[in-house]
């Protein structure tokens, strides 16, 4: 699990460092790379609201929604441990979410069908009887297969500073 913790820091670490140099490229010297980071923005929203659609599927235990938008040999990973999307799945009904807001999106590109959002997700429920985190940092991996993206991986942290 530390693996996989620290692959996805050195992904952040890179595609940060990646976007940082191309906006400290001379003018012309790096333009595709610019414009096709320019292309990414209606790309960004679309992830984003797709990462609400996941979670709205789960508040409302909507399975086709949610098996349409995550991959079905994906990976998810919280304070309870790793879990199969399969598992995951099985498990909606016994997942009550009162409420939630999701805030502080951002979209890292890894390259053109891989992309890492992360966001802060705030909200009020139940798994399995036992209570929710209340404030968690997320991120969620969305891989373009064939023509849709698709959640691969999603991970949480519980927030220790609110």
Sequence with gaps: ???????????????GLAAAQDVNEPEGANA????AMADHSALDKALIANERKVADAMMKKDKATFTSLVAAN???VDGTGVMKVSE???????????????????V????ANTAILTYKWLGAGTFGGQPLPGTVYASTVW???GDRWVAVF???SEATKK
């Design 1 to 15: 699990m530390k693996t996989v913790a620290w692959t996805l820091g050195l992904l952040l670490l890179t595609g």
């Design 32 to 35: 595709p790379a610019r414009t």
């Design 74 to 76: 994906g990976w998810s």
């Design 88 to 106: 995951l799945t099985a498990a909606l009904d016994q997942l009550v979410i009162k409420n939630y807001t999701i805030s502080d999106e951002k």
């Design 108 to 111: 890292s590109w890894v390259d």
């Design 143 to 145: 891989t373009k297969k």
């Design 154 to 156: 999603h991970q949480e």
